[in-house]
C-alpha cells in the first residue's frame, strides 16, 4: 500500500480490528519511510470459508475468535503490535488452501503451528484452553517442546 504522503511501499502495521459486524478489517499502518500513519479496510474478496464444529454444525470462521484467543494467549508475553493481525493473516492464507470447509480443530491446528513461531509459551496457553487436541499426548508434546526451548 504506497504512503499519501510520500508514495513509498514499505510500512508496517501498528493496529488492526474487525470492524463492527466482522466484515472487513481496519488496519493502521505506519510508513517505514517518513512514518505517515494512515489507515486502510480490508475485505474478503471470494473466499468464505466454513468451519464444521466437533458436532456437526457449520458455522461462518470467524477472524475475531482467532484473534481474541491468540491475543488471550499471548496476554503478557513480548509480542510486537500487529503481531496477532499478521499472524490472523496467515492463518486465514493456509486455511484458504482448503477452498470452502474446515473442521475447527484444523482451524486450531493452523493457529497453533502458527503461534509456536511466535511465541511457545503462547502456544502451549493456546493449545491447554482452546483444547484444539483431542489427543492429550499432543498437550504434552507442546509442554515438551517449550522445555527443550530453555
Ligand atoms: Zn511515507
Redesign the pocket.
Known amino acids: 500500500m504506497r504512503?499519501p504522503?510520500?508514495?513509498?511501499v514499505d510500512d508496517k502495521v501498528i493496529d488492526s480490528r474487525s470492524t463492527e459486524d466482522g466484515a472487513a478489517i481496519r488496519r493502521r499502518r505506519q510508513?517505514e519511510?517518513?512514518s505517515?500513519r494512515f489507515t486502510t479496510i480490508e475485505r474478503l474478496e471470494s473466499v468464505v470459508l466454513s468451519v464444521i464444529k466437533r458436532d456437526g454444525r457449520r458455522v461462518p470462521y470467524d477472524r475475531s475468535k482467532v484473534e481474541a484467543g491468540v491475543q488471550a494467549a499471548c496476554k503478557g508475553r513480548p509480542i510486537e503490535p500487529g503481531d496477532v493481525a499478521s499472524l490472523a493473516d496467515r492463518v486465514e492464507e493456509r486455511l484458504a488452501v482448503s477452498k470452502g470447509d474446515v473442521t475447527a480443530d484444523e482451524v486450531g491446528q493452523v493457529v497453533l503451528g502458527e503461534l509456536r513461531e511466535l511465541d511457545r509459551v503462547a502456544a502451549v496457553r493456546f493449545a491447554s484452553v482452546y483444547k484444539s487436541f483431542d489427543d492429550p499426548q499432543d498437550f504434552e508434546r507442546e509442554v515438551k517442546l517449550l522445555e527443550t526451548d530453555q
Not at 5 to 8: A, D, E, L, P
Open positions: 504512503c504522503r510520500c508514495n513509498g510508513c519511510s517518513c505517515t
